[in-house]
């Protein structure tokens, strides 16, 4: 069975920018996670995707959105980009909602310049 | 809001000898309770969990105790090889998901 897949692995944009990144969670997996990881601020939850609506959010600006396809695929972008956004985006996808096993994708390095 | 505090931030052993890291969490409705490893240039990987109706389970070289009492669980891992050495996150909450700030374990041969 195929893993978490994230693409694409590594994105180099500037300041103002917007960019949209993708995950296909594992095969009957339906709810997909988004996380942001920092030196700084470590692991911190973005949102979580359940059956195409967004069921929980993190504490971040609204710039910071996605959704998710009736395939379970997400997306994940992130308008008007500023330095502080460079990061490594993780998703993971788990069968049900909630509290169950996540299974990370290798994760999609940011940079913004 | 939840919180959940891991300790240490960074932890050097000798191989062979044993590790242990600690997670305090601020929900007591949380019920489960995993470990993650991630190594270097990949995502997270489940390595054990535990849910709150079990004080301890094991598997191999790792072992997981809970303690709902006092609202911590802790990871331990015995006989320490160098594959151990990667950074290891807690994972607690009960609505929202929150990580451990991690904890970077470099094993020495």
């Known amino acids: 069975k195929a893993g978490v897949t994230q693409t694409p692995r590594y994105l180099i944009k500037t300041r103002g920018q917007q960019v949209t990144l993708s995950c296909s969670p594992i095969?009957?997996?339906?709810?997909v996670s988004w996380y942001q990881q920092t030196p700084g601020q470590g692991l911190q939850f973005l949102f979580e995707y359940f059956s195409e609506t967004q069921r929980n959010k993190g504490n971040f600006p609204g710039r910071f959105s996605g959704r998710q396809f009736s395939n379970s695929r997400s997306e994940m972008n992130v308008s008007t980009l500023e330095l502080g956004d460079s990061a490594l985006y993780l998703c993971a996808s788990s069968l049900d909602r909630g509290r169950g096993i996540q299974y990370f994708g290798a994760g999609t390095r940011l940079s913004v310049l | 809001g939840e919180n959940v505090e891991q300790h240490p931030s960074t932890l050097s052993v000798q191989e062979g000898d044993s590790a242990v890291i600690k997670c305090t969490y601020s929900?007591?409705?949380?019920?489960?309770f995993p470990w993650y490893k991630q190594e270097l240039g990949k995502g997270p990987q489940l390595i054990i969990d535990i849910r709150s109706n079990v004080g301890e389970k094991k598997d191999q070289r790792i072992a997981v105790t809970l303690n709902k009492t006092a609202k911590h669980f802790s990871l331990h891992i015995t006989e320490t090889q160098p594959e151990d050495s990667a950074v290891y996150f807690c994972l607690g909450g009960a609505q929202k998901l929150v990580f451990g700030q991690g904890t970077r374990l470099t094993i020495n041969p």
């Open positions: 095969s009957g997996h339906r709810s």
């Open positions: 929900d007591s409705a949380s019920n489960y």
